[in-house]
């Protein structure tokens, strides 16, 4: 019973020793789905933080790099969104007011993100940062920059 114990402890500690690996946390602020590239010591892992989240990536201390791109397959998604919401619009006199009003807000919604993918489209930014001892995480922002490209900033 002693023996079993100590190896609870030992794989809780292990489990806690192999938790405290340095991140590097990936935040969206733009409105359109995108796939961020985080690089570190021969290592390369994606994420696709949703707009306005965070995704976060393990990483070893030293330099980072992280590119973002558009999500290609949330084009596709918008544009099928698109024609079920202009196929409810061909059938209006089926709709009440209420659900008219709803099926044009989101048309609205769905063209301007789809106008903000397209100015992004062909569009990538990348940046560097460094996880140091003293600073075990390191943190990339998306945002939409000049001309409704990408922009990235790692610290």
């Given at each position: 019973m002693?023996?079993?114990k100590?190896?609870?402890?030992?794989?809780?500690?292990?489990?806690?020793?192999?938790?405290?690996?340095?991140?590097?946390?990936?935040e969206?602020n733009t409105s359109?789905?995108?796939?961020v590239?985080?690089?570190?010591?021969?290592?390369?892992?994606?994420?696709?933080?949703?707009?306005?989240?965070?995704?976060?990536?393990?990483?070893?201390?030293?330099?980072?790099?992280?590119?973002v791109?558009?999500?290609?397959e949330w084009?596709?998604?918008?544009?099928?969104?698109?024609?079920?919401?202009?196929?409810q619009?061909?059938?209006?006199?089926?709709?009440?007011?209420s659900?008219?009003l709803?099926?044009?807000?989101?048309?609205?919604?769905?063209?301007?993100?789809?106008?903000?993918?397209?100015?992004?489209?062909?569009?990538?930014?990348?940046c560097?940062?460094?996880?140091?001892?003293?600073?075990?995480?390191?943190?990339?922002q998306?945002?939409?920059?000049?001309?409704?490209?990408?922009?990235?900033?790692c610290?």
């Open positions: 002693l023996r079993l100590w190896i609870i402890v030992i794989l809780c500690s292990a489990g806690l020793i192999a938790g405290c690996a340095p991140t590097v946390t990936v969206n359109i789905p995108v796939r590239v985080v690089s570190n010591a021969g290592t390369v892992a994606t994420v696709s933080p949703s707009p306005g989240e965070s995704s976060t990536v393990e990483v070893v201390e030293g330099g980072y790099r992280a590119t791109i558009p999500d290609a084009i596709e998604y918008a544009k099928l969104t698109r024609k079920v919401l202009n196929d619009l061909a059938n209006a006199d089926q709709l009440t007011g659900q008219l709803d099926v044009i807000r989101r048309l609205k919604e769905i063209a301007q993100r789809m106008q903000q993918f397209e100015n992004a489209a062909g569009s990538s930014a990348a560097g940062g460094k996880i140091t001892e003293e600073g075990g995480a390191g943190f990339v998306v945002s939409i920059g000049a001309g409704g490209k990408l922009a990235i900033t610290r």
